[in-house]
């Protein structure tokens, strides 16, 4: 049975809640445990192999994973890192898995649209495919689904809501200075 550890934490957007195995982390949502439980105890049934139990909230000391993840969190939200270097436990189909793949090589500070990312794994034609294993990154701001806006470079469609989809990417972009 894989088991599965939560925390949550505070941060510049509200409450995230993280969630990991000891491959990796596999699942982060925003706002709080107690909001976010029953909607995690249905991902982690229909996502994590094994017999099913329930996420165990820990802090964020009790399991290492979970520690780096949490302070590099507060580094990426301190602008003091643009690449997150964690294990990761993705959980998807062969699909999902090559979009959220090709999500990570999107840079801090730049954004793409979902026919770049279907150029990307080279299925130009998957469009609304990739828009689709987008919106199902588990794994967001550490998997930069972000940064995926529409062809005609207006913000479409963000897990969190657009407001925190506008805040990551206003964070990542450059400081502009007046003179």
Known sequence: MTAL???????????????????????????????????????????????????????????????????????????????????????????QLKV???????????TCSYLDIANRIEQPKAVRAVGGANNRNPVSIIVPCHRVIGANGKLVGYGGGLPKKTALLELESPQMYLI
């Open 100 to 110: 959220w793949a090709a999500l990570q090589h999107i840079p801090y500070g730049e």
């Open 5 to 95: 550890i939560a925390t949550e934490i505070t941060s510049p957007l509200g409450g995230i809640v993280l969630m990991a195995t000891d491959e990796g982390i596999c699942h982060l949502s925003f706002g709080t445990y107690e909001e976010s439980k029953e909607y995690l105890n249905l991902w982690s049934k229909s996502h994590v192999d094994g017999d099913h139990k329930e996420p165990t909230l820990v802090s964020e000391q009790a399991h290492p994973i979970i520690q780096e993840a949490v302070r590099q969190l507060e580094l990426y939200f301190a602008k003091e890192l643009q690449v997150f270097d964690l294990p990761i436990h993705m959980i998807g189909t062969p699909f």
